[in-house]
């Protein structure tokens, strides 16, 4: 059975940091490219590309609007996948999803249909 638990965001005031972190079970991890979508308030049928990570972890991929702030990083002997965030805007407040893939590549990360197993969502939320 797969299982991807997620934990940490929670409050955090513009301009601090959050982690959110995602721990998966029930297949092989360390075969599957791992992406971050989120959900933000209004917009509950979009999911929007926040970062990838191939299956090595030597290759990344981000949205424009967190490049040089957010970080995802993995540990594939704690099937564990992380999404360090800083500088946190007040446009980053969402539902936060980790999310597993077969496909990886700079347009097919971005593409939430290609993912076959997703988290439960995390909420982060922005105070100002």
């Known amino acids: 059975q797969v299982q991807m638990i997620q934990s940490g965001g929670g409050l955090v005031e513009a301009g601090g940091s959050v982690r959110v972190q995602c721990v998966c079970s029930g297949f092989t991890f360390s075969s599957y490219h791992m992406g971050w979508f989120r959900q933000r308030p209004g917009k509950e049928k979009e999911r929007d590309f926040v970062a990838g990570i191939n299956w090595r972890g030597d290759t990344t991929y981000y949205a424009d609007s967190v490049k040089d702030r957010f970080t995802v990083s993995r540990d594939n002997a704690e099937n564990t996948v992380t999404l360090q965030m800083n500088t946190i805007q007040r446009e980053d407040a969402a539902i936060y999803y980790c999310?597993?893939?077969?496909?990886?590549?700079?347009?097919?990360?971005?593409?939430?249909?290609?993912?076959?197993?997703w988290g439960q969502g995390t909420q982060v939320t922005v105070s100002q």
């Open positions: 999310a597993a893939t077969t496909w990886f590549g700079p347009t097919r990360s971005r593409n939430s249909r290609l993912y076959d197993y």
